[in-house]
Nanobody, 123 residues
Framework: VQLQASGGGLVQAGGSLRLSCAASGGIFSNNGVGWFRQFPGKEREFVAG????????DYADSVKGRFSISRVRPKGTVDLQMNSLKPEDTAVYYC?????????????????WGQGTLVTVSS
C-alpha cells in the first residue's frame, strides 16, 4: 500500500490550499483516513480524520471552522480543504490510512503513511 499526498505549497495568510491524498490497493474504501502535520522539532499531530464512509469527521481545535476533510469518490482521494490559513499552519502535512474503518486521532491508530507535503503560509 502506498499513499501519495499532494497539493502543498506557499500561500499568503488568509489564503487557501487543498491537499489531496491518493492510495493504492483500495485501502481507502474500508479504512479511516487522517491528516496530520509536523512542525520542526515536534511530534506529528492530528489535524483531521474521517471514517470509512465519511459519516464521521473530527478536527483538531486549532483548525475547526477553517479546514474540511472529505472523501472524493470519483477521484478515490481524501482531500483536506484548508481555508483562512495562518502562518502557524506552516508544517509538513501527512495523510495516513487507519488500522480500522473508524475514525482515530492518534498516530498509533494509523498503519500506512504518505510521504508528506510542505505547506508554507507567509504573513
Amino acid at each position: 500500500v502506498q499513499l501519495q499526498a499532494s497539493g502543498g505549497g506557499l500561500v499568503q495568510a488568509g489564503g487557501s490550499l487543498r491537499l489531496s491524498c491518493a492510495a493504492s490497493g483500495g485501502i481507502f474504501s474500508n479504512n479511516g483516513v487522517g491528516w496530520f502535520r509536523q512542525f520542526p522539532g515536534k511530534e506529528r499531530e492530528f489535524v483531521a480524520g474521517i471514517d470509512w464512509n465519511g459519516g464521521n469527521r473530527d478536527y483538531a481545535d486549532s483548525v475547526k471552522g477553517r479546514f474540511s476533510i472529505s472523501r472524493v469518490r470519483p477521484k478515490g482521494t481524501v482531500d483536506l480543504q484548508m481555508n483562512s490559513l495562518k502562518p502557524e499552519d506552516t508544517a509538513v502535512y501527512y495523510c495516513a490510512a487507519a488500522r480500522s474503518s473508524g475514525l482515530t486521532t492518534t498516530t498509533r491508530g494509523y498503519r500506512y503513511w504518505g510521504q508528506g507535503t510542505l505547506v508554507t503560509v507567509s504573513s
